[in-house]
């Protein structure tokens, strides 16, 4: 009985909640992919940027900004809306010079990334290549 209820809370979870996947690239054990959010308060728009970070060698590390589109996201006043779903809420903090936006996630809306093995096939050879997902979650 236990098992079931157990089940089924788990079943109704899942249901409630929407994976949006915003990119797959290659695997890289010393690449780090790191989603957040962006907004252009003047246009009203915003989307997911996922910095791709290289921690190889001291000497040759690099950062990348992957800029995605995610249909049904946008800046709402100060908030970042997936179509009725507050993702995060931007502030201004400091004084002066220091003086900018910080954007902070709810609980609704997060970020996770998986990696999976996928096999392709060209005509020749059927290879097995390591990938990785960065999806948004969202909990509706």
Known sequence: MKKLIALA?????NAFSAEILLKTYRYDNDVDYAPEFKVNKDLGRAWVNIVEEDF????SSYYVDDFV????L????????????????????GWGIFRGDVIKMTRDCRFTQEVVVENIDDGFYVRRVKKVKVYLVINE
């Open 9 to 13: 809370l788990l079943l109704s979870f």
């Open 74 to 93: 946008s800046l709402v006043g100060s908030d970042i809306v997936y179509k009725d779903t507050t993702c995060a809420t931007i502030y201004t903090r």
């Open 56 to 59: 190889s060698d001291n000497e």
């Open 69 to 72: 589109k995610v249909e049904g």
